[in-house]
């Protein structure tokens, strides 16, 4: 494959001796120093953004080869690393890997110490009763009902022990998490935590008041469903009469703010909507959407009694062109909207595929032509997210990412809402990721099975690990979900 070439050099820092002065080094560069307090890279970073460190012989050359790493492996210099470093996000994710290695080892795929991205679902309760939800929520808005789910100052706790881990980002999701009167509450904790926060919703509850408390509370991206641009279908799968047009309501009011950095449209796809593509991304370019992410019906909660409404291997393969080709399209000249999936691991591959190996999304999520990469990388972001794919590719869960429950138990994915890996305030976030039996399996993906074991894009691709569950109740099983 194209995009493997280049890392013959790369695949000999996974062996023996080398390997193990690569998890050497990886530690010491993210450590505190036991004489400044202080952790190398940091300090870096720190520098980068005009704050002035105390000199400590001992951790100097730990800082000198922070600086070097992050100059020839990330394509880091002077400008770019100044901006790098104001950039919480990117500095927590580089620590995560960093950290990763120096636990795990050198890997492909790369587990990060924490995970990147928590995705919470922070509350059983919704206002729709929608047909697919993998959370199985329920429309009582009354919380007695639900006793279990974490207190606001539970999830304050949360937060803290979320941000003390080195996270970079968390994701509200639900239920609908706007059911929640302290939503705000927390979101606004966690934004003034230097956490990306982000909202899943179904979009009816938002109007201009509602819009602007979510950017004041620092939620700076908003993804809203819409299932199907024929609003009965939409309402029908959605369980409420008039769901579209608050949903479509609510994604107007949204990009009319223009104060959201991500403005995503999520479409389930189903066989009654696969004419609505060409649509979706029209609606998705007018209304001044920054994506539009397409996901499959999981196998899980709700989802699976819907058997009737999935797509024909066929039809995927079909809608799979379709949304790669405008991908590559966005890729290359930046006009239209940005296509994504999720819970379709084979986009990527797919995408790589027509495009020659040159374009193509790593964990699902990111890509190294967007703009707010080649504002820092320039013209090296493609290159750098290129040559480290195997290391990122494919399903995160377990590696990058995992779930939260509303009762804050650890899950290895969001929609795997009945498998509870440990309660984070008790056990706490670190001691399940590190140690948890389940996670550890996942990781090695060396052991999936099936064709997703013998298939030659498993290090971008991999299928998806929940669809694999849900099906066969094997994490490592192979995705049956995937057409090709």
Not at 145 to 167: F, M, N, Q, R, W
Not at 234 to 247: F, I, P, S
Not at 317 to 328: D, H, M, N, P, S
Request: proline residues 4%.
């Amino acid at each position: 494959m194209r995009y493997t070439r280049k890392n013959t050099l790369l695949k000999l820092f996974e062996q023996g001796p080398v390997e193990r002065a690569v998890r050497i080094l990886a530690n010491h560069l993210v450590t505190v120093c036991p004489r400044c307090n202080n952790i190398p890279i940091n300090e870096v970073f720190a520098n980068a953004r005009g704050i002035q460190s105390s000199f400590c012989w001992r951790c100097v050359p730990d800082r000198i080869t922070a600086k070097f790493f992050l100059k020839s492996v990330i394509q880091l210099r002077d400008k770019k690393l100044q901006q790098f470093a104001s950039n919480t996000l990117y500095t927590r994710s580089v620590i995560a890997w960093l950290r990763g290695i120096g636990k795990f080892g050198v890997s492909r795929p790369q587990p990060t110490l924490p995970p990147i991205a928590i995705v919470w679902n922070f509350t059983h309760r919704c206002n729709l009763k929608c047909l697919h939800c993998y959370q199985d929520s329920y429309s009582s808005l009354d919380a007695h009902s639900y006793p279990t789910e974490l207190s606001t100052i539970e999830a304050l706790k949360v937060v803290d022990i979320v941000t003390k881990s080195g996270c970079g980002s968390l994701s509200f999701s639900g239920g609908e998490p706007l059911i929640r009167d302290d939503f705000y509450d927390i979101a606004k904790h966690t934004s003034e935590r230097g956490l990306l926060c982000t909202l899943s919703t179904n979009g009816t509850m938002i109007d201009h008041t509602i819009a602007k408390k979510l950017i004041s509370s620092g939620v700076s991206g908003i993804s809203i469903s819409l299932d199907s641009l024929d609003s009965k279908f939409h309402d029908e799968l959605r369980g409420a009469v008039g769901a579209h047009a608050k949903a479509l309501r609510g994604i107007e009011v949204c990009a009319e703010n223009g104060q959201f950095k991500e403005l995503i449209i999520a479409v389930t796809l189903t066989n009654k909507n696969l004419k609505d593509i060409p649509g979706f991304i029209e609606l998705a370019s007018e209304i001044g959407a920054t994506r539009l992410y397409i996901s499959r019906i999981l196998p899980v909660g709700r989802g699976k009694a819907l058997r009737h409404l999935r797509v024909t291997p066929l039809g995927q393969r079909q809608v799979l062109k379709e949304l790669a080709t405008e991908f590559i399209n966005y890729a290359k000249t930046g006009e239209g909207v940005a296509v994504m999936t999720r819970g379709m691991t084979y986009f990527a591959p797919r995408c790589a595929i027509l495009s020659n190996y040159e374009i193509f999304p790593i964990s699902e999520i990111v890509v190294g032509f967007e703009k707010r990469h080649e504002e820092i990388l320039g013209s090296s972001a493609k290159k750098l997210f290129r040559q480290f794919a195997e290391y990122a590719g494919g399903c995160a869960t377990g590696l990058t990412y995992c779930g939260l429950s509303p009762e804050g138990n650890i899950l290895p994915c969001a929609p795997a809402t009945d498998v509870h890996l440990g309660n984070i305030l008790q056990d706490g976030l670190e001691k399940i990721w590190i140690n948890n039996p389940v996670l550890r399996k996942i990781r090695d993906r060396s052991q999936v099975t099936g064709k997703c074991g013998r298939c030659t894009h498993n290090l971008i691709c991999g299928g998806c690990r929940v669809t694999a569950y849900g099906e066969t109740g094997d994490w490592l099983a192979s995705d049956p979900s995937c057409p090709y």
